[in-house]
């Protein structure tokens, strides 16, 4: 199947700080990319679509100033948690479709703001 | 508002016992439904089911969609440790894009 990566796969940082999460689909083009989020003990939440040479499509309660998010090319989506708070930390999953609607679903990134 | 809904939440079973779970949506615009199980990371894809009565199988799990009655089920046979984890189910509406829209989750526990 194919294959979708996130970078890093675990991170922490200090309130206040901004973290970038890369998701990059490695043999196929993606021209759409989801990003979700998920707290423990809770399902995924999509938080937002991300398309490729346009701007992202937030769903209803995600601030789009705080999580950017930017989809510079077929291969690459990024999410950047901006001045973020320990709220914020929860586990970030990106997924990429290659066809037929069958996603792929990137390893996740655990975010832990202190 | 669309809606997800999986049961049980949780369920603990034996080894070598046979289990079901559901999964049932209220939406507009259905399109396909999915299945996902979850450990300790992101969720990797068991099955898509787009047509009613069609049983999905692959070794001993299967699914089967029911667009009447507006749900799926779940099963899996024989079950083994390794298939402890978290089932979730997501459904696609046909005005989303790929987007899904993801149940609650049921997390099975197999004891030996």
């Known amino acids: 199947g194919a294959v979708v990566s996130q970078h890093p796969s675990r991170v922490i940082c200090k309130s206040g700080t901004s973290v970038k999460i890369e998701c990059r689909s490695l043999d196929f083009q993606a021209t759409t990319m989801f990003w979700y989020r998920q707290f423990p003990k809770q399902s995924l939440m999509l938080m937002a679509t991300s398309n490729e040479g346009s701007k992202a499509t937030y769903e209803q309660g995600v601030e789009k100033d705080k999580f950017l998010i930017n989809h510079a090319s077929l291969t690459l989506s990024t999410l950047t948690v901006t001045s973020a708070h320990p709220e914020d930390s929860s586990f970030y999953i990106c997924?990429?479709?290659?066809?037929?609607?069958?996603?792929?679903f990137g390893p996740g990134t655990r975010l832990t703001v202190t | 508002e669309d809606k997800v809904v999986q049961s049980p939440l949780s369920l603990v079973v034996h080894e070598g016992d046979t289990v079901t779970l559901n999964c049932s949506y209220e939406?507009?615009?259905?399109?396909?439904l999915l299945w996902y199980k979850q450990e300790k990371k992101a969720p990797t894809f068991l099955f898509m089911l787009t047509s009613s009565g069609i049983e999905k199988k692959s070794g001993r799990l299967s699914s089967i969609l029911d667009k009447k009655e507006l749900f799926s089920i779940l099963n899996i046979t024989a079950t083994q440790t390794g298939d402890s984890a978290v089932y979730l189910c997501?459904?696609?509406?046909?005005?989303?894009?790929?987007?899904?829209?993801f149940g609650k989750g049921t997390s099975l526990l197999v004891t030996p």
């Open positions: 939406v507009t615009n259905f399109r396909s």
């Open positions: 997924s990429a479709g290659d066809r037929d609607y069958e996603q792929y």
């Open positions: 997501a459904v696609i509406l046909s005005n989303s894009g790929y987007a899904l829209n």
